[in-house]
Nanobody, 121 residues
Framework: QVQLVESGGGSVQPGGSLRLSCAAS????????MAWYRQAPGKQRELVAT???????AYTDSVKGRFTISRDNAKNAVYLQMNSLKPEDTAVYYC???????????????WGQGTQVTVSS
């Protein structure tokens, strides 16, 4: 019943910018925590950035100063503004949410389908 849909991926040159969006839909009571992960070919999925409902954020070292995570609680959406992109940022980016949903309501993790980000010249 709960679905996370991502958008905003694409191909850009080094130094360019992209803004990823993820919106959750369904019978959702609340989303205490949202995050962006990424997975490059041949590598494990890694955490990129997280944001709590309070607005508290955290980033992996490789993106600090370049990426900004934000959310719109009214829309159950999370965003990732990516600036000064590097080739090593190339990966499939996944939205993740820890939320309360369902009947009966239970806490659960949900994943988006992923959106491709390619940084190359």
């Amino acid at each position: 019943q709960v679905q996370l849909v991502e958008s905003g991926g694409g191909s850009v040159q080094p130094g360019g910018s992209l803004r990823l969006s993820c919106a959750a839909s369904g019978s959702i009571f609340g989303i205490p925590h949202m995050a962006w992960y990424r997975q490059a070919p041949g590598k494990q999925r890694e955490l990129v950035a997280t944001i709590a409902s309070s607005g508290l954020t955290a980033y992996t070292d490789s993106v600090k100063g370049r990426f900004t995570i934000s959310r719109d609680n009214a829309k159950n959406a999370v965003y990732l503004q990516m600036n000064s992109l590097k080739p090593e940022d190339t990966a499939v980016y996944y939205c993740n949410a820890y939320l309360f949903a369902g009947r009966p309501m239970v806490p659960q993790y949900r994943w988006g389908q992923g959106t491709q980000v390619t940084v190359s010249s």
